[in-house]
C-alpha cells in the first residue's frame, strides 16, 4: 500500500533522516537491503513519528552503561523504501546521494516482479556498484559534508580557514 504524505510530513521526514539518521543498503546472505533510519534518545518522537508515516519500526538499544538508550525507526521494505525516499528527495537538506541510490536500487528490485520476492533474484552488477557507493558515501570521517558544513556555520576567519584546509585534503591540493 502506498502512502501519500502532504509538503510537511515529507519536509519533516526528510529532516529528521538528513540530521538524525539516514539511508543504507546493508549486505547480507540473501543479497542486500535498502533501509531508512532515524535515531534519537527522546522516546516521544517516535510515538510522533509512526502516527504520521503509518510505517516502519522502533528497535532500541543501549551501549555503554554510561549512554541514554537510543531508539531507531527504520523501514526496509523495499516498496515502503521506494516510497519514502521518492517523497522526500526534493526535501533533503543533505545525504540526496544516498537516498538517490537507494531509489535506483529499489527500482531495480522492483521491475524483476517475479515470484518469490523482490530478494529472490539474483543481483546485478549495477546492484553490487550501488552497495559499494554507498558504502563509501556513508563512511565515517572526511567527506563533502564537511567541507559545506564548514563554509555554512560560519563565515569567520576560523571557519574559512577549516574550510581551506579541508578542501585542501579532500582534493590533495
Avoid at 510537511?8 to 549486505?27: M, N, V
Avoid at 502516527?51 to 519500526?57: F, L
Wanted: proline share 3%; aromatic share 10%; net charge positive.
Amino acid at each position: 500500500m502506498k502512502i501519500e504524505y502532504n509538503i510537511d510530513e515529507c519536509k519533516e521526514l526528510a529532516w529528521a533522516i538528513a540530521t538524525e539518521g539516514g539511508f543504507s543498503l546493508g549486505k547480507t546472505k540473501k543479497g542486500f537491503v535498502p533501509c531508512v533510519y532515524f535515531v534519537n534518545t527522546d522516546i516521544t518522537l517516535f510515538g510522533e513519528l509512526l502516527d504520521k508515516v503509518k510505517i516502519g519500526r522502533v528497535s532500541s538499544e543501549r551501549g555503554d552503561k554510561k549512554w541514554k538508550r537510543k531508539f531507531k525507526w527504520y523501514v526496509s521494505n523495499v516498496e515502503e523504501v521506494n516510497n519514502i525516499c521518492e517523497q522526500i528527495l526534493p526535501y533533503l537538506p543533505s545525504k540526496n546521494r544516498q537516498a538517490e541510490i537507494l531509489l535506483e536500487y529499489c527500482r531495480i528490485r522492483l521491475s524483476k516482479n517475479t515470484k518469490g520476492g523482490v530478494h529472490k533474484q539474483t543481483h546485478e552488477p549495477r546492484e553490487f556498484e550501488l552497495h559499494k557507493e554507498i558504502k563509501k558515501l556513508n563512511e565515517r570521517g572526511v567527506n563533502n559534508y564537511e567541507v559545506y558544513d564548514a563554509i555554512i556555520i560560519g563565515s569567520g576567519p576560523a571557519s574559512l580557514a577549516f574550510a581551506y584546509n579541508t578542501i585542501e585534503h579532500t582534493l590533495h591540493l
